[in-house]
């Protein structure tokens, strides 16, 4: 194993250009869904919950969706041409955004965002492949993952809260400057890696793409775990949406303006939107490593159901009460048994994979993504308008996101039992 000055100044070119783009994106999405909903009077742009969800529906779908060809692109074409285009369209996306003050301008140009960023992860994480080693490739994929945390961490923390005291647009402006500096860093820092030899024709990879889907313990699968991943997506949506309106922050921000006063004077520190996000990341970089070593040997299959039963609690608990000492504990628990579950599932497409495809099974295996996302942002839309606004009953909207959790894990228990290859079963008897 080797150390971190065993990385070449390409290797780490392309983590900071990876941290620039997810602190950039994160940093958008982490105000988002409130931004758009937000009245204008507040700085927001007013629209109504259901357009925001179909939004939201489009522009995440995408992003899962697009690195299955802009992978093979990239490897045709090149990673520093593609990176061009992708940068290029991400920073005049975020920009127009930013200008954008209409359904449909808004709309599209976050599209624009989506497509770069469909194309820009998968020139990342080759570069990071093409660039290590059997002797640093583990710490390399360390390393980068942490990188994608710490923009999330950093970018909503700091600069997220300055910037939306000034204006919601400026968020926008800052993400648009980030991966314009990443379109600098292309064309001063970044050289291209060597490819490999064989480089897969774009019909080739659509043959490959239908012999996946045709697999349909596959792709039963991957519908069963997106349900998981319809509540991951409201931490993005319903979940900022309820903190907005229904949930008292009173106490924890005295707490915490408490220790800052021992600082400075008159602090006026206050959890907003954003923090959810950075709580999220925080917890990540500081427990992930703790997390997996914990459950390291265990089987997949039963981590994986931990986990999403620990993400069913976290996120029947915000039908408990508007309080916000809750909501943070709610969105821990909810974080931690992500950090159980999605490791661990990853884990588990290695071994109902067949053992002649378990790379290609692994690449198509984010379709939970395009599943989860598409799904989440209109039904948590709809339902939020239905209980909460409706209603005024918005219990009803945490137990039942919690319940599709709970039908997840029953769906994997019945996969296990009647679909999975023989010889895989994961199951403690």
Not at 17 to 44: I, Q, T
Not at 97 to 109: D, E, K, N, P
Not at 160 to 174: A, G, H
Request: glycine share 10%.
């Amino acid at each position: 194993m080797k150390n971190i000055f065993s990385f070449s100044r390409n290797f780490w070119t392309s983590i900071s250009m990876e941290f620039f783009e997810r602190g950039s994106y994160y940093g958008v999405m982490s105000v988002l869904s409130v931004y758009l909903v937000l009245c204008p009077s507040e700085g927001g742009l007013g629209f109504s919950w259901e357009n925001v969800g179909v939004l939201e529906s489009t522009i995440t779908p995408l992003l899962y969706f697009l690195p299955i060809l802009s992978g093979a692109i990239g490897d045709r074409f090149g990673y520093k041409r593609v990176l061009y285009f992708a940068c290029l369209i991400m920073s005049l996306g975020y920009l127009f955004a930013g200008l954008s003050t209409t359904y449909v301008t808004v709309f599209s140009s976050l599209v624009f965002m989506a497509v770069g960023a469909g194309f820009f992860k998968p020139m990342i994480a080759g570069s990071v492949a093409r660039l290590t080693d059997e002797s640093n490739s583990s710490l390399g994929f360390g390393i980068y993952y942490w990188s994608i945390n710490l923009g999330a961490f950093l970018f909503p923390l700091i600069l997220v809260p300055w910037l939306k005291s000034i204006s919601y647009n400026y968020i926008f402006y800052m993400a648009a400057s980030g991966t314009g500096m990443i379109l600098l860093m292309n064309f001063l820092f970044f050289n291209e890696p060597t490819r490999d030899r064989i480089v897969k024709p774009i019909g080739q990879v659509f043959s490959e793409m239908f012999s996946v889907l045709r697999d349909f313990r596959f792709i039963v699968m991957i519908v069963i775990y997106s349900g998981f991943w319809i509540m991951y997506f409201q931490v993005y949506d319903s979940v900022l949406w309820y903190l907005k309106e229904r949930v008292d922050m009173t106490g924890f921000n005295h707490l915490v303006n408490g220790f800052l006063g021992l600082f400075m004077n008159n602090p006026a520190w206050k959890y907003d939107a954003e923090h959810v996000t950075v709580m999220n990341a925080g917890a990540i970089i500081l427990l992930q490593l703790l997390v997996s070593s914990l459950v390291r040997n265990a089987k997949a299959l039963p981590t994986m159901i931990i986990g999403i039963a620990m993400g069913s609690i976290g996120m029947g608990m915000l039908a408990i009460s508007p309080s916000g000492w809750l909501f943070i504990a709610s969105m821990f628990i909810f974080t931690l048994g992500e950090m159980i579950a999605h490791p661990k599932f990853i884990a588990y497409v290695g071994l109902i994979a067949p053992n002649d495809k378990k790379a290609l099974y692994q690449g198509y295996s984010f379709l939970y993504g395009v599943i989860g996302s598409g799904v989440g942002g209109v039904l948590g839309a709809w339902l939020y308008v239905l209980y909460v606004d409706k209603m005024n009953q918005p219990a009803l909207l945490w137990l039942t996101f919690s319940l599709i959790g709970v039908f997840t894990i029953i769906g994997l228990l019945l996969y296990n039992r009647f679909l999975a290859p023989r010889g895989n079963s994961e199951v403690a008897k």
